[in-house]
């Protein structure tokens, strides 16, 4: 099994920026990504990243904005969001897996075994 805990969260004023980190435990997993779920909408995929390769992908609306990394040694995932706005105000969760077919993309949530219970980002304006 694998646990994930997020933290980095908090307030930020409009073009702040900000870092995530999520810490992993348990098995080796094969991908991780980071998802959020502004107030009164869908949870929407922010970014992923393959363990072992370190391939990444993000969601096309956030790229140049966010990146993302991790270490395997801390086995810690980061995300790292610049320029931020009050829209990117959200809970943002860690998600994780320890097997990927490779059929469907890494931006479905149904790709991701375990989550995390969330951080909150507010951007105030």
Request: with cysteine; net charge positive; charged share 15%.
């Amino acid at each position: 099994q694998v646990q994930l805990i997020e933290s980095g969260g908090g307030l930020v004023q409009t073009g702040g920026s900000l870092r995530l980190s999520c810490v992993t435990s348990g098995r080796t997993l094969s991908h991780a990504g980071w998802f959020r779920q502004a107030p009164g909408q869908a949870r929407e995929f922010v970014a992923a990243i393959t363990w072992r390769g370190g391939a990444t992908y993000f969601a096309d609306s956030l790229a140049g904005r966010f990146t993302i990394s991790r270490d395997i040694a801390k086995k810690t995932m980061y995300l790292q969001a610049y320029g931020l706005g009050p829209e990117d105000t959200a809970i943002y969760y860690c998600a994780a897996a320890t097997f990927y077919s490779g059929v469907y993309s890494l931006k479905l949530e149904s790709q991701y075994e375990t989550w995390g219970q969330g951080t909150q980002v507010t951007v105030s304006s």
